[in-house]
């Protein structure tokens, strides 16, 4: 059984503040992209395994895809599987692929495998494996609270050509949690009625996707900076960083200057382009 993993971005991120627990309260638009990895489920006798054709990437007890497949199995005690994953969403990138392959897993493991888990229990599993992953177990959009678990599916299409670009570095998700600088000021929270005014006037649009993490993350890493920049001079309404970075996605009203923007992305740089009204397809029809 071969299924995709989508990529998402964040349609602003705002830091609600630091809890007792040491987890961090937000509030997020999560957003499919189109860009996705594949993973190729095979059954076997026992056990999960898995091979990856990334050879930086740990493919033990390290890699989620494992954690998730123990995870299912133990619900049932016996059966096994092997995943091949083809990885193209790059890592440490703020898309959220680590999440979204845990989350492949979880929805397809139950079938491959004629297991009956319940949602709540999925939703369980995904939370206990981190805090993006329960999103990737929604179909479509969604607006996340909590430390990103609590989840509430929103109807937005986005009206916009979306370039997501990601240069060529790593920022540690728990580094960029770590070094926020958490402000006093109130936080609009609601920013799914944020967006949809954002998408009727466009001078509205970047106070919808203020991402609290731009400040800290884009002065330790200027070329992320850099990169916004580069987006809104080549004809982006609005630009932002997705997650804790270090992708940075461009919305344009057309085709054409999308198509402009992504011919000028620097080598180097991974580009991806997500059409207007675009949605995932995660179990694409056999044949
Ligand atoms: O939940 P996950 O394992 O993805 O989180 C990685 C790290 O990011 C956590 O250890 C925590 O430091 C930080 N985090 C946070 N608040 C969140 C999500 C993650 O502080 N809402």
């Known amino acids: 059984m071969t299924v995709r993993s989508y990529a998402k971005i964040n349609l602003g991120l705002r830091i609600i503040g630091k809890r007792p627990d040491g987890y961090h ?8 992209i189109d860009l996705y990895d594949t993973l190729t489920l095979t059954p076997m006798e026992t056990g999960a395994s898995m091979e990856c054709n990334r050879e930086d990437l740990p493919c033990d007890d390290r890699n989620l895809c494992i954690r998730a497949a123990k995870a299912v199995l133990a619900l049932t005690g016996s059966g096994g599987v092997h995943i091949v994953l083809g990885k193209r969403i790059p890592t440490g990138a703020g898309l959220g692929g680590g999440s979204s392959n845990a989350a492949a897993v979880l929805r397809a493991l139950p079938v491959l495998l004629g297991l009956q888990v319940g949602t709540d229990e999925l939703h369980s ?8 992953v329960p999103f990737f177990l929604q179909d479509s959009s969604t607006e996340a609270h909590g430390r990103g678990e609590i989840l509430r599916p929103i109807d937005f299409r986005s009206p916009w050509w979306i370039l997501t670009v990601t240069p060529d570095m ?13 402000g006093g000021a109130a936080i ?16 509205l649009l970047a106070h919808a996707l203020i991402n609290d993490f ?41 085709e054409a200057s999308a198509a402009v923007a992504l011919e000028r992305i620097p080598s180097g740089m991974t580009a991806s382009l997500t059409a207007p009204g675009f949605s995932p397809v995660f179990i694409p029809p056999l044949g």
């Open 170 to 182: 790593h920022v540690s998700t728990a580094w960029a949690y770590g070094s926020l600088r958490l």
């Open 214 to 254: 731009e400040p800290t993350v884009m002065e330790r890493f200027p070329e992320i900076a850099a990169l916004r920049s580069r987006l809104l001079a080549s004809g982006a309404i609005a630009a932002a960083m997705s997650g804790s970075g270090s992708s940075v996605y461009g919305l344009y009203t057309s």
């Open 188 to 203: 609009d929270s609601q920013l799914t009625s944020a967006l949809a005014r954002g998408a009727a006037d466009e001078s």
């Open 25 to 32: 309260d937000l509030v997020t638009v999560f957003h499919y």
């Open 125 to 132: 599993i995904a939370a206990g494996l981190g805090s993006d």
